[in-house]
C-alpha cells in the first residue's frame, strides 16, 4: 500500500512541476524588470504593498516593475532596481 502512494505522489508532483514550467512564458527569459513605469493596474509581480501583479494603484509606482525587452528599462524612463 505505501508503495502505491509512493508512485501516486510522485506522479502528482511531475505533474504539478509540469504545469508550473508550462505556465512560465519563455519570452520571459529575455526580459528585464524595470521599476516605475506601470501603469496603475499594469504591473508584473508584488511588492511591499499588494501581493499579485495587476494590483498596482498608481502609474509610475517606483516600487511596482513591468518586464520589458532586456536592455530597454532605461531608456523607458525606469531603474532595473526599486527606487
Known amino acids: 500500500m505505501n508503495r502505491?502512494?509512493?508512485l501516486i505522489a510522485s506522479a502528482l508532483g511531475a505533474v504539478i512541476a509540469m504545469g508550473v514550467l508550462a505556465s512560465?512564458?519563455?519570452?520571459?527569459a529575455d526580459k528585464d524588470p524595470c521599476f516605475g513605469i506601470?501603469?496603475?493596474?499594469?504591473?508584473?509581480?508584488?511588492n511591499a504593498s499588494h501581493a499579485c501583479a495587476g494590483q498596482a494603484k498608481?502609474?509610475?509606482d517606483p516600487t511596482d516593475f513591468k518586464l520589458v525587452p532586456a536592455g530597454t528599462c532605461q531608456q523607458m524612463g525606469g531603474q532595473s532596481k526599486p527606487m
Open 58 to 60: 498608481t502609474d509610475n
Open 24 to 28: 512560465t512564458p519563455a519570452a520571459a
Open 4 to 6: 502505491n502512494k509512493t
Open 38 to 46: 506601470a501603469k496603475a493596474g499594469q504591473n508584473d509581480c508584488k
